[in-house]
């Protein structure tokens, strides 16, 4: 696959500068709500996938402290929420161990990233008291009808700063009961959200199929790959949503994170 490059006012929208994401500390079991409601299966060949406890592990390891640099502290602060909710799909001979991603379109009248495909998120306020947890859950439950109590926090990702001078910290939860996270049980604040839409994780472990271009640039001093993927949603008419930019990245590093041993995750040439 050949690297293509993009406008230069659409690099300028990528936010980026990634803080270091910390694998120690591990924590110790996982919540009852979280195992009792994720399953482990068998798969073609008696090849078991990962288990659903497997996942949410390795994500828990990830741990709630916060990742930044010290100049973040004085920036103006935002979070998403990256939701991952379990699916019953195929039968008893798919490998698939069925962990999907909710994601969001914005609309395209929106003059803030119009169109683009994102996170529930946005900017904190002040009754989340500083706390970038509330934030993501707060935004999430404003755009999709996402109830907080649904919502099984599992990790902080490393804090991004925007070109805008924000703060930008990724929440990993967990929907339970999964069902709420389905589309259409949502309810969309339309202002705000075109449309809702589930992807499997481990479709951002394929980079050589589904991973349509891949372009290095340089981000204050920092390499990046900057990634662009299509996914057709069946469910809703084959639409087709691009994936770029930040979501892409921070998809790329959950699927990593998870499935690492099992794909190669490298950029394709």
């Not at 994500?59 to 939701?83: D, F, N, Q």
């Not at 859950?137 to 070109?163: F, W, Y």
Request: aromatic share 6%; net charge negative; charged share 25%.
């Amino acid at each position: 696959m050949r690297m293509v490059s993009r406008p230069e006012a659409m690099r300028n929208s990528i936010l980026i500068a990634f803080v270091a994401i910390n694998n120690d500390n591990l924590s110790s079991g996982l919540s009852t709500i979280v195992t009792t409601t994720m399953t482990e299966k068998t798969g073609a060949g008696g090849k078991r996938s990962r288990s659903a406890s497997d996942i949410i592990e390795r994500l828990r390891a990830l741990g709630m402290e916060k990742k930044e640099s010290s100049s973040h502290s004085t920036l103006r602060r935002a979070s998403v929420l990256v939701p991952l909710f379990e699916r019953s799909i195929g039968d008893e001979n798919d490998d698939d161990d069925g962990i999907h991603v909710l994601l969001t379109r914005r609309p395209s009248s929106m003059k803030s990233h119009g169109g683009e495909v994102c996170f529930p998120g946005g900017k904190m306020d002040d009754e989340d008291d500083g706390d970038d947890v509330r934030t993501a859950l707060r935004e999430a439950n404003e755009e999709i009808g996402l109830d907080p109590q649904n919502v099984h926090v599992l990790s902080r990702m490393g804090t991004i700063e925007s070109k805008h001078s924000i703060c930008v910290t990724p929440i990993i939860g967990v929907v339970t009961p999964p069902e709420f996270a389905e589309p259409c049980r949502l309810t969309l604040n339309t202002d705000e959200v075109e449309s809702a839409f589930a992807v499997p994780l481990r479709y951002f472990c394929d980079s050589m199929n589904n991973c349509i271009s891949a372009e290095e640039i340089l981000w204050r001093g920092e390499n990046f790959t900057l990634r662009t993927y299509n996914y057709v949603d069946v469910e809703n008419d084959n639409t087709r949503f691009v994936i770029w930019g930040l979501t892409a990245h921070i998809l790329w590093l959950v699927a990593k994170i998870v499935y690492n041993d099992e794909h190669n995750l490298s950029t394709p040439p």
